[in-house]
């Protein structure tokens, strides 16, 4: 009888947070996110309205089980096997520009779609009939295809498509190739030892082979522009998270900070700091960044440096924003170690990243968020996200004179702040 409850309690506890959210959307004047071509792309909840923010997950998360548990443990396991389908025909819409061809306003017939994109009519419905399964077009009269909000985006939203690009068409292959990678070298941590290396046939790491491709390289950096700009990875909880404030008139070396954006954000908040900023001469250019804002160029300095090279500069504090989850740890501790020479008694690692949550202790989209990028950085760089126990034991492993302080993650980020301090 408790499989009964549980479907009883889902149920309610969906009643509840949808009534919450719905409450307050009227309150606000607002609408709900929507599949009509014209309606919300997104859900306008901020995550300042602490708690229609929370019921929503609350209810992402609630939805979710009840969807499981109403398909069965057997049932369920069927459909997770199938479901690289939806990669098939989300590839095949953004491969034949399938948005681009479909008007904004009204339809078009599937044979005129055909015609224009030049796919066979059979294999182009059977791809976005499919699609539609994913609210991905719709056929508003028999034979006829109109956008919905969802393929709308794919038309509008460049670092999205940019995104649904990179994953069902540069990352395909690599993916079908993990096993296979795993098979080949068992507990690998380089860069050139993935499936990427083994889908594409090469012996190059993912970032220098990403450079061999100027659209590929292009995509990529738009992809990440999408991704950053998720719910939970903004700029301002580096800002805020950490007390910056705290370190008085301090140098900061923020390392691997390409052209510095958010060394200018920190800054501009805690007048008090000054901040070098390290890269290596590669993504100097390739940053789109020009240079620093001329009310901080007396506190804020671009400089070129590999911090897999020892470090000169004497500072209170290294900065690493979004690196260490890119690297094995044989490179992290490499990267830790290049320190030590430049190192006073006293002097902070602050480390802005991620961090896997321990099991069963985060919502359900924190966790599947975690858990999936935690794939893709073996697909792509043979690195991983890192449990709190990992970085403090990353940080002895380095050199017994680090000592881990803390990990916390600020209210409402994705990203967490890990702090250890060089005793010297």
């Not at 499919?130 to 034979?143: D, L, Q, S, V």
Request: one cysteine or more; hydrophobic letters at 40%; proline letters at 4%.
């Amino acid at each position: 009888m408790s499989s009964l409850k549980r479907i009883t309690a889902l149920s309610d506890e969906i009643s509840k947070n949808s009534k919450t959210v719905t409450d307050y959307l009227s309150e606000k004047g607002l609408e709900a996110a929507s599949f009509d071509v014209d309606g919300l792309a997104e859900f306008p909840i901020n995550p300042s309205d602490e708690e229609a923010f929370k019921a929503r997950l609350a209810l992402i998360a609630a939805t979710r089980e009840l969807h499981d548990l109403s398909l069965g443990p057997k049932e369920g396991l069927r459909y997770l096997a199938w479901d690289s389908a939806n990669q098939l025909s989300l590839q095949a819409v953004y491969e034949f520009k399938l948005a681009e061809a479909v008007p904004l306003s009204g339809s078009i017939s599937y044979q005129d779609l055909s015609e224009k994109v030049n796919v066979p009519m059979l294999n182009l419905r059977r791809v976005i009939r499919h699609a539609m399964t994913n609210h991905i077009f719709h056929e508003p009269e028999k034979g006829f295809v109109a956008h919905t909000r969802t393929s709308r985006l794919l038309l509008e939203d460049l670092p999205l498509s940019s995104w649904v690009g990179f994953m069902t068409n540069d990352l395909w292959l690599p993916i079908a190739n993990v096993v296979k990678a795993m098979k080949k070298w068992p507990g690998s941590g380089e860069s050139n030892e993935t499936s990427v290396n083994l889908a594409y046939g090469t012996d190059t790491n993912w970032f220098d082979w990403l450079q061999e491709d100027k659209d590929l390289a292009k995509r990529y950096g738009l992809a990440m522009q999408a991704h950053g700009g998720g719910e939970g990875f903004a700029i301002s909880h580096t800002v805020n998270g950490y007390p910056w404030g705290e370190l008085g008139e301090a140098t900061v070396v923020d390392m691997g900070g390409s052209q510095g954006y958010v060394s200018f954000a920190i800054a501009e908040q805690f007048p008090k700091l000054n901040f070098i900023v390290q890269d290596t001469a590669g993504m100097r250019v390739s940053s789109t960044i020009a240079k620093v804002p001329e009310h901080l160029t007396d506190r804020v300095q671009l400089t070129t440096h590999d911090f897999f090279t020892p470090q000169t500069v004497d500072a209170q504090v290294y900065f690493f924003r979004w690196i260490f989850h890119g690297f094995s740890e044989k490179y992290c501790i490499k990267i830790l170690q290049a320190l030590t020479p430049a190192l006073k008694t006293g002097a902070k690692i602050v480390i802005n990243d991620g961090t896997l949550p321990e099991p069963g202790t985060a919502g359900y989209v924190e966790e599947k968020s975690m858990r999936t990028m935690d794939l893709f950085m073996q697909i792509t760089v043979n690195a991983r996200e890192r449990e709190v126990d990992d970085w403090a034991e990353l940080f002895k492993q380095a050199d017994e004179r680090y000592k881990f302080l803390k990990a916390w993650k600020p209210e409402k980020s994705r990203m967490w702040f890990i702090e250890a301090e060089w005793t010297g």
